[in-house]
């Protein structure tokens, strides 16, 4: 059975950073970052595939990062200068398959979530 159990959620005042884990109960070629708002489509974040190559959404770019340790099956999200928009439920994803780079920012792309975790930035 496949998981995915994300962790490192919480509330910071904007500006600050907080840091999100995806443990994964097994290796998968490509990975992904989503979050959502209640009553809105999921939003991709950003993604990285096995060879590194990562794509970030244009509203993140510059701020947050996206890496994986391959060898714990682990993906992370490190979230610098945080704005009250990046207020939502994020969610880890991942891809049993491969996906051209194009797609990796669309939830449809994805076959396996995690439960989310809430960050919220207060202004």
């Known amino acids: 059975q496949v998981r995915l159990v994300e962790s490192g959620g919480g509330s910071v005042q904007a500006g600050g950073s907080l840091s999100l884990s995806c443990q994964a109960s097994r290796y998968f070629y490509c990975m992904g970052w989503f979050r959502q708002l209640p009553g809105l489509p999921r939003e991709g974040v950003a993604s990285i595939d096995d060879t590194g190559i990562t794509t970030y959404a244009d509203s993140v770019k510059g701020r947050f990062t996206i890496s994986i340790d391959n060898a714990k099956n682990t993906l992370y999200l490190q979230m610098n200068g945080l704005k009250p928009e990046d207020s939502a439920m994020y969610y880890c994803?991942?891809?049993?398959?491969?996906?051209?780079?194009?797609?990796?920012?669309?939830?449809?792309?994805?076959?396996?979530w995690g439960q989310g975790t809430q960050v919220t930035v207060s202004s």
């Open positions: 994803a991942a891809l049993g398959g491969w996906a051209g780079r194009a797609s990796r920012l669309s939830s449809t792309t994805y076959n396996y």
